[in-house]
């Protein structure tokens, strides 16, 4: 037994001791919204849908206003929202989606209308295109025949 052990205490002795630090500093997606926020508003608004996204949008913050709890605001206000939005899209886009990633991002939308309200000391009107452009920006990368992707993958140099 003593002989199995003497060797495995020299093996040990022999690795060098790393203690790696870890980063106390939390993981931050602030330039990714900033980028986000940025390319947004360089989405012109689109008439298409208009009426219907601004529509959608009201319900929303009507729903955000009558639910105060954080979970049930993802639960019930931003599932409607995104069925509402995806129900919209097969109606006026005939192309096909890539939805699971349509989906995942779109949530960044009422995101980008808070944002927004905090610029413009909650205007809502104007958060509310805001959101319209967000909506327009997600269709063009993610359903519709995807001209913007092709840009971004230019400007990343791909």
Known sequence: MIRLALPLCLLFAALPLTVHAQDLNPISNIDFVRDLYIRVNNTPPS?????????????????????????????????????????????????????????????????????????????????IRFERQCIDYMLDLYWRDKPKLIILKKEQGK
């Open 47 to 127: 008439n298409i849908s208009k009426k219907e996204h601004e529509a959608i949008i009201h319900r929303r913050l009507d729903c955000y206003e009558k639910t105060f709890e954080f979970t049930e605001r993802i639960e019930k206000c931003n599932q409607q929202y995104n069925n509402d939005i995806v129900k919209q899209a097969r109606k006026a886009v005939s192309s096909n989606p890539e939805l699971g990633r349509f989906v995942r991002n779109l949530i960044l939308c009422p995101i980008m209308y808070n944002i927004c309200s905090g610029k413009t000391d909650n205007n809502v009107e104007r958060c």
